[in-house]
């Protein structure tokens, strides 16, 4: 897989995900609000303690390395809660873990040389975690002038999986802070509600991504990002 492709596909994903994402906006409608749970889902829910952050814990920083590489997206939609984002085609290295510390590892045994063609890729934010009813995943994105390149694929014995991603409409919430579960439910929930207030809904309730900034292995807080994939239909 080369990243040309993958470029290419980012171009017609945007274009296409872009005029869609306008669509879901222009259809999206102001609706009343409740603070019980009932039929539709919606909830209130206490704002948890999540943390102060401090400098190190929001830096754009991976150990000692600055990072340069973001992944790329278009705001198509901001309000006071969140943001609408149209994401391109890019390529992430996954993995499935028990452990937080274990799936970093594995991700950075690959991005350092572990794989097929001993290739070495920059060190990428954020580090993203999908949950789901199937259980969760970690993923960093490859970017930067070696990922143009090629991709390598991963070792035969490694845990890690290459995956083309992207080409799609998200919503997103910041936080800074501890992402433990009782805070990103809080904002889950506070995220979901938003949405149905202007008419747009998620296209799983059960599944949503946590973005995390800073230093990888640091437990301090730090800025987050939850998001959840908003339905184009």
């Known amino acids: 897989m080369t990243s040309a492709a993958t470029g290419t596909m980012g171009g017609v994903f945007s274009t296409v995900a872009r005029r869609r994402a306008r669509d879901v906006v222009t ?16 909830g209130k829910s206490t704002k948890p303690y999540a943390g102060d952050a401090d400098g190190d814990g929001v830096s754009a920083r991976v150990g000692a390395k600055e990072v340069s590489y973001v992944i790329p997206y278009d705001v198509v939609k901001k309000t ?12 992430v ?6 452990n937080r510390e274990q799936g970093i590892a594995t991700l950075m045994e690959y991005i350092e040389g572990g794989n097929a063609e001993r290739a070495m890729y920059a060190p990428t934010q954020p580090l993203t975690t999908r949950y789901s009813k199937d259980g969760k995943t970690m993923e960093l994105a490859l970017l930067g002038r070696r990922a143009r390149e090629s991709i390598a694929a ?10 083309a991603t992207g080409g799609e409409l998200l919503a997103a919430i910041e ?39 800073g230093p990888l292995y640091s437990l301090k807080p730090r800025k987050n990002e939850l998001l959840v994939a908003v339905n184009m239909g």
């Open 175 to 213: 936080f800074i802070g501890v992402a433990t579960p009782e805070v990103a439910e809080y904002y889950r929930l506070t995220l979901a509600n938003a949405l149905a207030d202007d008419g747009l809904r998620a296209v799983d309730d059960g599944s949503f991504r946590l973005n995390t900034f």
């Open 154 to 163: 991963p070792n035969e014995d490694s845990e890690v999986k290459v995956v």
């Open 93 to 98: 290295c996954a993995t499935q873990y028990d």
């Open 27 to 42: 259809r999206g409608k102001k609706s009343s609000s409740t603070d019980d749970v009932g039929a539709s889902g919606r």
């Open 80 to 91: 006071k809660t969140y943001e609408l984002r149209v994401y391109g085609a890019y390529t």
